[in-house]
């Protein structure tokens, strides 16, 4: 049980000012809540399990190469987020109150599946969940633990995403969005160059 509550505790506090926060508050502003809870907890289940499975192999992958991949990713997503926030057509659409239309819950899961594991990967949070797991020899309530933790904080992030999507223009979140998705491009490729 131990490893269970060390887990949970280490992963959740790590976590809640993390870029897992922003990220799935971003998504929450951009898709339906459901979807998106659904999607961030396979990505973070499968995390989990790679994480716990592996142990400490995790913390031997080079820093500089999972900054990279990080970097890159955050980067193509601030692109994504600009591009559309910036768009005439979607300011237009959602200023007459008609939206840009519903995403199907398959597409808006797999969109916050794929979001959250590519940022996931190699963060503090998996690299902690591999350490804990060699190292109380529990892969299994590490695994628990962790994945509880980030649950979550998915679950904190989507009921404030929520609510901000129902005060502010989706243009306005999709603009700020892409900006702290930027930042996390360039903070991850100055770590990557470090």
């Given at each position: 049980?131990i490893?269970?509550?060390s887990?949970f505790?280490?992963?959740f506090?790590v976590?809640?000012?993390?870029?897992?926060l922003?990220a799935t508050l971003?998504?929450t502003t951009?898709?339906?809540?459901w979807?998106?809870?659904?999607?961030?907890s396979a990505?973070?289940?499968?995390?989990?399990?790679?994480?716990?499975?592996f142990?400490?192999v995790l913390?031997?992958?080079?820093?500089?190469?999972?900054?990279?991949?990080?970097a890159l990713l955050?980067?193509s997503?601030?692109?994504?987020?600009?591009r559309?926030?910036f768009?005439k057509?979607v300011a237009?659409?959602?200023?007459q109150?008609?939206?840009?239309?519903?995403?199907s819950f398959p597409?808006?899961?797999?969109?916050?599946?794929?979001v959250l594991?590519?940022?996931?990967?190699?963060?503090a949070?998996q690299i902690?969940?591999?350490?804990?797991?060699?190292?109380?020899?529990?892969?299994?309530?590490?695994?628990?633990?962790a994945?509880?933790?980030l649950?979550?904080?998915a679950?904190?992030?989507?009921?404030?995403?929520k609510?901000l999507?129902?005060?502010?223009?989706?243009?306005?979140i999709?603009?700020?969005?892409?900006?702290?998705?930027?930042?996390?491009a360039?903070?991850?490729g100055?770590?990557?160059?470090?």
């Amino acid at each position: 049980m131990i490893a269970f509550a060390s887990a949970f505790a280490l992963v959740f506090v790590v976590e809640l000012p993390d870029k897992t926060l922003v990220a799935t508050l971003i998504l929450t502003t951009r898709y339906r809540a459901w979807p998106v809870f659904v999607g961030v907890s396979a990505a973070f289940a499968l995390q989990v399990v790679i994480a716990a499975a592996f142990g400490g192999v995790l913390t031997l992958l080079p820093e500089q190469a999972v900054a990279a991949v990080v970097a890159l990713l955050f980067a193509s997503g601030a692109f994504l987020l600009l591009r559309e926030g910036f768009s005439k057509q979607v300011a237009d659409t959602v200023d007459q109150g008609t939206g840009t239309g519903p995403v199907s819950f398959p597409r808006a899961a797999l969109t916050s599946f794929g979001v959250l594991f590519a940022a996931e990967w190699g963060d503090a949070s998996q690299i902690a969940t591999a350490g804990l797991s060699a190292r109380y020899a529990e892969p299994v309530l590490v695994g628990l633990g962790a994945w509880l933790a980030l649950v979550s904080v998915a679950g904190i992030a989507v009921l404030v995403g929520k609510r901000l999507a129902e005060r502010i223009r989706a243009h306005l979140i999709q603009r700020v969005a892409g900006l702290v998705f930027a930042a996390f491009a360039v903070f991850a490729g100055v770590q990557a160059i470090a």
